[in-house]
């Protein structure tokens, strides 16, 4: 009975939490559809039962402890096509490899079934091929063992991909600078154990099997794979260096002589990362390759765990060789960061798992095995070595604090509930009463925390400032304990704390190292210099400081046969360094059209340039409100005139084009495109028995749930994409036929009107808010934001990873039962300008730009060069699921995304909004009747749009 | 001096005279005009050229894009009788150069009094304190941070802290309260160069006025201020106040920073903002260059009357 339960629940909890809880949005939205309210009993059987279910997989760490002494001899059993029970699956052959199975996009799945002739841990390497795939940068896994996962790790399981600069010599430009290569994907065969990219375990998985038949379930989450086989052994003795190198000399390795092999860190012959390329380091002078005046791209570094940089070299002579580093840490204070290190794809001996890198501010040469250094036999030919970035000695220590982070903010939110989010200081709250293990639970906490410290602090040299974050906040919770009164009003402190601890474990999980060159080289080679003398430095800075007063910075495109078009950005240097690169790779091998990128702040200046007759030809990611306006005065040639773009407009919902469109033409090109979706902690609305919201009035009423336990809900404030929204949910429009005048005397919009208002006056949301540490802390659960947010939290939030998600906003329930969710959206656009000379070949450089292909590349080069942190919100409707969103990540956001209408723009929309905004502010400040309200400020928009009205045709007409 | 003397001959002659008469004048006095020409010349760029284009423009409508129509006094017209958001602004530029404006010059002079009265190394380190928050540039900032309407602002947070509101105010947004903070802030800058000017000038007053007031009988501090420290501290009390009247006629990006642009019902809209919001967000450059002049005029007038005024002061 038992099993069949854990068997149905396990294969609900296929992927993580976040599945069951949509599963049970699902299910009890159906019930509340036909009952209103009388779910909740029946949704919290459901709920209980299945988070009991999922407590009970075990973390990898006691699932190890329970095996520990099961080491079997060593067994190699090699999983291949033979093992496959599903007949369906098709074997192909792939780079040189017969009997492949592809897990493409539609056939995620593949069990294999074999046969163990000894029970006990086995080590689980897959040999696998990723094909060109630009969604995603790493392919995720889950690894079923007899159909559950074995340990809560094996769900969410990582393979890396392989990358390498696009060319082998860096290309230089115009101006001696080298460019930054672009990180290519390099489909090749990889041997590889599937890793935790959180870093809270160090060590490779093992997986026990019992003697006799057993499955394997692997299924490929996201990204693309192609498996060859799964190659399980016994892991093998651990060889410390001592035998390591006795076994040489028995076997009459000897040192060699004079050879040294020099490898520039930069140019690594393979990246597991699109984010690993070469960096260019101006602190040091002899940093190699160096060049005061130019760019050169001289180091290399790697951070998250998993990331791997390898190289290729050749051994003219076999021996035993010493292997130097000229690396820097110079991030993570007292800390040490730690690299893995594979010889030949494999650890020659036990230390080469943990090689850890002091803390340094400047350059040193790290000599592997220190004052004793190693010595390592390399034969005659080629080698590899690869750099494994690990957690190593850290695991435990981010596995300790990660946990005390949860329990510290479930105890703040204990608290919270009881006294609100700004407690009264003159109030006794009796913690003893209202949370009765309180100190019990603060004292566990403590222990664990100050257990981590007198371990790292045995550990690393001196107690260094990243160790003080935890000292902190053990101190405090030392005097909590002492006086559990004073916890109210230093609950603010407290609160900061637990934040600057999430920071730190971001901070400790980056196991930073930048690489200047590696040596392999004899024993009799003289180490080489650390860092720069001072005399070498001060000629180099000097050099640097004249080279500054004659350098050019612009990019520019010097092509005397070509049209010349000019462009300006909105943006970065990095932006306009993707673009530059997409341009000379794509666009100039199609088109006879040179194009010259400016980065100019596009607000004023931009303005001011058309009316000098300076202006650009095109402007990139101009703000929502130029097109228009620019449009009104004859400023802008309308896209409809050109051939092609009705073809260009099939890529773009048309709401992206809303906003641009003036007297019935268009006058922009979108670019990105933002809407709000909502976000909302699964872990707090377990513990609340809630569901999220898919109408308001499902919205207000678990805002009383939330409120009556002191937390918040963030309905974004004053931004009036939710008023906008509202009103479009209530089928309302902004302007009446003809733009001549608002419909803000409508029904529609005065009942949005209110809704918007009474957020802030019925139910005291906040006006203002910090989301994303709020969000963090669980202080407020549930919140409408731009969707972009997304990218911060689950980049820059860890600790939460797993507890939220993010959905459709509310809508509007109407007569027939459907509920409207339609909704606003902020954007970007390109324009071009009238004076331009060559409109022509101003719109195929828009056209070309706004190809799904170019903003693929745009978006992916603009995530591998700043991080998933800076993902495109483009506007480009086709390539949303070829960006690196998970699966059903990108299907809400479609979802919603279908659903946007956005608001027209009309030259007096400035008018609007700050009205809006007026009355919005009268009806919060003063409570005044909203229908007074919005009558009066309706009055002064439309006479507002009138007058401006006039004063446009006053142009016309004396033209 | 002597220069100006020739100048003042040489134009009023050339007024009697004819202009032949003028042109032998330049050639007679050319290494005088030499002299003269970089400074008219940049005068005229910088100076006469924009305000008197401006005084072109505000008599047309102008957007920025396409040529300028002319429409005579329209713009004037429509300020002073169909615009009601302009006498909101008057009233706020009149509210900011009355207390501001006259605070700041009245704190400006008794700190630099005060300061003067230290030690040599004293008196520098106080007058860096006092000086920094306008040396700083834009670091009023901080006081967003200060006034957040959040309940995690400082001043929130001590408020609900200490039990006097319970729930948070808007104080940048909230009309009741923005121009309040923003006085506050305006005059935490006010220590400018006008300031400086008066700790230079306390130091340049020779002592020995003192010791012959002194014998001459004066009683106290006070009396010695007023019947020799002020008279003597004209030239940097005119320039205190020009440099005064000019600040707090412009200010405006403090509340725009402060409190938005533009604020919760222009509450904190200054002549500055308006003419902003018409020259940047309206694309209305021509009435915008009419608030301009106007903003100009009214610098003009009060400074003839400071001027009266000190003039009465120093007893000329």
Request: charged content about 20%.
């Amino acid at each position: 009975m038992k099993n069949t339960t854990v068997k149905i629940y396990s294969m609900l909890s296929k992927i993580s939490i976040k599945i069951i809880c949509f599963l049970l949005i699902f299910l009890v939205t159906i019930q509340v559809n036909f009952i209103q309210y009388a779910s909740a009993e029946e949704g919290e059987n459901i709920q209980t039962t299945i988070i009991s279910r999922i407590d009970e997989i075990k973390t990898y760490n006691e699932y190890i402890s329970e095996y520990t002494n099961n080491e079997g001899e060593k067994v190699t059993i090699i999983v291949n096509n033979l093992n496959v029970t599903d007949k369906a699956i098709v074997f192909s052959a792939i780079d040189g490899k017969y009997n492949c199975i592809d897990l493409s996009r539609d056939k995620r799945v593949v069990d294999f079934e074999f046969y163990v002739s000894q029970s006990g841990l086995y080590n689980m390497e897959l040999e696998y091929y990723a094909p060109l795939d630009s969604t995603s940068t790493e392919i995720g896994l889950d690894i079923k063992v007899n159909g559950n996962y074995p340990f809560i790790e094996s769900s969410t399981l990582s393979l890396s991909k392989s990358y390498k600069n696009e060319t082998e010599n860096i290309k230089v430009d115009e101006n001696g600078n080298q460019i930054r290569p672009q990180q290519l994907e390099t489909p090749r065969w990889l041997k590889a154990i599937p890793f935790d990219k959180t870093g809270f375990n160090s060590n490779p998985f093992l997986y026990y099997f019992q003697k006799g038949s057993n499955k394997i379930s692997l299924n490929c989450n996201y990204g693309l794979i192609v498996l060859n086989q799964i190659n399980l052994s016994s892991p093998a003795p651990k060889i410390e260096y001592k035998d390591y190198i006795d076994n040489c000399r028995t076997n009459g390795f000897t040192d060699t002589t004079k050879q040294n092999i020099y490898l520039n860190a930069e140019n690594a012959n393979y990246k597991s990362s699109p984010v690993i390329y070469p960096k260019s380091d101006r602190d040091d002078a002899i940093t190699s390759p160096s060049d005061p005046v130019h760019i050169r791209l001289n180091t290399i570094s790697s951070d998250e765990p998993g990331q791997k940089i390898m190289y290729k070299f050749q051994i003219d002579k076999s021996g035993l060789y010493n292997i130097n580093l000229r690396v820097r840490q110079n991030q993570n204070r007292g800390m040490t960061s730690t690299r893995r290190i594979y010889i030949d794809g494999k650890i020659p001996f036990e230390e080469l798992n943990n090689i850890e890198f002091r803390y340094d501010k400047n350059w040193y040469i790290e000599t592997l095995g220190g004052n004793d250094p190693f010595e390592i036999y390399f034969e005659q030919g080629e080698h590899t070595i690869d750099f494994e970035s690990n957690t190593g000695n850290f695991a435990s220590t981010l596995i300790t604090v990660q946990n005390a982070i949860y329990d510290l903010n479930v105890i703040l939110r204990k608290i919270v509930m009881v006294t609100g989010v700004e407690p009264d200081p003159f109030r006794d709250y009796d913690f003893s009463v209202e949370i009765p293990d309180l100190i019990e639970k603060f004292i566990d906490v403590r222990n664990k925390l100050s257990n981590e410290v007198t371990r790292l602090n045995k550990k690393t040299d001196f107690s260094g400032s990243e160790i003080n974050t935890i000292e902190d906040i053990i101190r405090q919770i030392d005097s909590f304990i002492k006086e559990p009164r004073t916890i109210p009003s230093r609950l603010e402190s407290f609160r900061g704390n637990i934040s600057s601890l999430s920071t730190w474990i971001l901070k400790i999980k980056n196991q930073y190292l930048e690489m200047d060159y590696i040596t392999i080289n004899s024993k009799d080679i003289k180490k080489g210099q650390q860092r720069a003398s001072l005399i070498q430095q001060l000629e180099y800075n000097f050099k640097a400081f004249i080279a500054s007063f004659v350098d050019d910075y612009n990019i520019k495109e010097t092509s005397k046969d070509k049209v010349l078009i000019n462009v300006w950005l909105n943006t970065g240097r990095d932006q306009s360094n993707i673009i530059k690169s997409m341009l000379t790779d794509d666009f100039y091998k199609k088109n006879k059209t040179a194009v010259n990128l400016t980065l100019v702040d596009t607000g004023t200046t931009l303005l001011q340039a058309v009316l000098a007759n300076k202006g650009p030809d095109v402007a990139m990611f101009v703000t929502e409100d130029i097109p228009v306006n620019l449009a009104a005065r004859n400023a802008l040639i309308d896209m409809n005139r050109f051939e092609g773009f009705n073809e260009l407009q099939e890529r773009f919902y048309s709401s992206a084009f809303t906003p641009f469109i003036f007297n019935s033409k268009c006058y922009a090109v979108p670019n990105s495109q933002t809407f709000n979706m909502m976000f909302y902690r699964t872990d707090i609305f377990e513990e609340l028995n809630i569901i999220p919201p898919k109408t308001w009035n499902e919205f207000y009423n678990i805002l009383p749930v939330i409120q009556r336990n002191n937390m918040q809900v963030g309905a974004s404030g004053e931004s009036q994409l939710v008023f906008e929204s509202l009103v479009l949910q209530n089928r309302g429009e902004y302007y009446k036929e003809g733009f001549s005048e608002t419909n803000f005397n409508s029904i529609e919009v005065l009942d949005a009107f209110k809704m918007w208002t009474g957020f802030y006056t019925k139910y005291q949301l906040p006006l203002t808010y910090d989301f994303f540490n709020r969000f963090r802390t669980g202080e407020m659960p549930l919140a409408i934001m731009p969707y972009t947010q997304y990218n911060l939290l689950s980049v820059a939030a860890p600790e939460i990873r797993g507890l939220w998600a993010m959905t459709t906003i509310p809508g509007v329930r109407h007569e027939d039962n459907q509920i409207n969710i339609s909704e606003s959206a902020t954007g970007t656009g390109s324009i071009i300008i009238k004076n331009s000379k060559n409109p022509k070949e101003a719109f195929e450089f828009l056209d070309w730009w706004s190809s799904n292909d170019s903003q693929v590349r745009y978006a992916n080069d603009l995530e591998s060069t700043m991080g998933p942190a800076a993902r495109y919100d483009a506007a480009n409707k086709n390539i949303l699921e070829r960006l690196r969103w998970q699966p059903d990540e990108a299907k809400v956001i479609r979802e919603q995304w279908e659903r946007v209408i956005d608001i027209e723009m009309i030259p007096s929309t400035y008018y609007t909004t700050r009205n809006i905004s007026n009355a919005f502010r009268e009806v919060i400040y003063k409570y005044s009747n909203e229908r007074e309200v919005l009558n009066k400020f309706n009055k002064i928009i439309n006479a507002e749009i009138k007058r401006k009205n006039t004063e446009l045709q006053k142009y016309n007409k004396s033209k | 001096m002597e220069m100006e003397a020739k100048m003042r001959v040489l134009f009023s002659e050339s007024k009697n005279k004819s202009e032949y008469s003028f042109i032998r004048k330049i050639k007679k006095y050319r290494a005088s005009f030499i002299m003269l020409a970089p400074f008219t010349i940049l005068f005229v760029v910088f100076t006469i050229i924009p305000v008197s284009s401006a005084i072109v423009l505000s008599l047309t409508n102008f957007d920025m894009i396409q040529k300028p129509l002319f429409t005579g006094f329209e713009n004037y017209i429509r300020m002073f009788i169909d615009d009601d958001i302009f006498l909101i602004a008057i009233k706020n530029t009149v509210i900011f150069a009355a207390v501001t404006g006259s605070i700041g010059y009245l704190f400006s002079f008794v700190f630099a009094w005060f300061i003067n009265e230290f030690g040599r190394k004293m008196r520098s380190i106080l007058t860096l304190i006092f000086y920094a928050p306008s040396l700083a540039g834009n670091v009023y900032f901080i006081w967003l941070y200060i006034f957040s309407g959040d309940r995690y602002g400082f001043f929130n947070s001590y408020l609900l802290k200490f039990g006097f509101i319970s729930e948070p105010l808007q104080w940048l947004t909230d009309p009741k309260y923005n121009m309040g903070v923003v006085i506050l802030v305006v005059i935490w800058l006010s220590m400018g160069a006008g300031f400086l000017s008066f700790i230079a000038g306390f130091q340049n007053i020779n002592k020995t006025y003192y010791e012959a007031a002194a014998i001459d009988g004066i009683k106290n501090r006070w009396q010695e201020l007023f019947y020799v420290t002020l008279p003597q501290m004209v030239p940097q009390l005119m320039f205190g106040a020009v440099m005064s009247i000019a600040a707090s006629f412009s200010v405006g990006y403090q509340s725009m920073t402060l409190t938005g642009f533009p604020s919760t019902n222009y509450s904190t809209h200054t002549l500055l903002l308006h003419m902003l919001d018409y020259g940047t967000i309206r694309y209305e450059m021509g009435y915008a260059s009419t608030i301009a002049v106007f903003l100009f005029a009214m610098m003009l007038i009060s400074w003839i009357i400071i001027n009266k005024v000190l003039a009465k002061i120093s007893g000329d």
